[in-house]
């Protein structure tokens, strides 16, 4: 493909969700209140190392029993977004890119926030959580996974797939994250990483470059200001480097 061919957007940002887009991790503060009595159970057999992540979320949700509409309402008003985040979509959207949210979570309590925010229209790729009874009035699920990937199967979602097939097409990925499993690999690939918590450790201890933040207004300044020629060489690209991470303008 030639320069002059090249007409499709530039840029795609892949944001995770719990602890990241979110102040809080969504999931978990959903479970403290509304899960069974059976949850400590299984609790202790997913950090005794018995349960997948994949399992494990799946077998926390079903020990509630509050109807989803409930849960969904419980997200919207108690979960927030980190300072910056609708500016930093509207920074890659003027920019002609595409922001996402690539979650490990349920798309219940993670549409319900986006929406409460004006965001319903962003692109969420997560577990899709189907009410299995027909009225829907328990919480009672089935459990849909975008990606058919056998080694991403215990992380429940593969963020590195739509990192993949956007460089292949010559796009710039940038990533934000916080965590390990899907998140680690996925700051592997991306050409730029915006990382807190355990993922900048991760990144620090393995040379990974990345940018440091706790709100989203230096990364809708970076996106703002960000050099969106497709043939330049990528910043990270993947490859492992002894730098130190940087961080972001506070």
Known sequence: MTDSAFTGPTLLVVCDFDDTAAECNA???LLAEFAGPEAHAVRKA??????????????????????????????????????????????????????????????????????????SDITILS?????????????????????????????AVCKCEPIEKAQASGV?????????????????????????????????DNGIQAIEFEDFQSIADYITNLELDPHAPPENGGRVTNSAPMKAAE
Not at 72 to 99: K, P, Q, W
């Open 46 to 119: 997913y950090r005794e190392g018995h349960l997948p992540f994949r399992d494990y979320q799946e077998a926390m949700f079903d020990t509630v029993s509050a109807p989803v509409d409930q849960l969904m309402r419980y997200a919207r008003d108690n979960v927030n977004l980190r300072v910056g985040f609708a500016e930093a979509v509207s920074a890659t959207r003027e920019r002609g890119g595409e922001f996402m949210i690539a979650s490990a979570g349920i798309d219940f309590y993670i549409e319900p926030v986006m929406a409460a925010n004006g965001l």
């Open 127 to 155: 577990v899709t959580g189907a009410p299995a009874s027909p009225d829907g009035a328990t919480m009672t699920f089935r459990y849909d996974y975008p990606s058919d990937r056998a080694f991403c199967r215990d992380w």
């Open 27 to 29: 999931a978990q503060r």
């Open 172 to 204: 710039k990925v940038i990533f934000i994250g916080d965590g390990l499993r899907s998140d680690s690999c996925a700051a592997e690939k991306a050409d730029t990483v915006f990382a807190r918590s355990r993922l900048l450790k991760h990144c620090n």
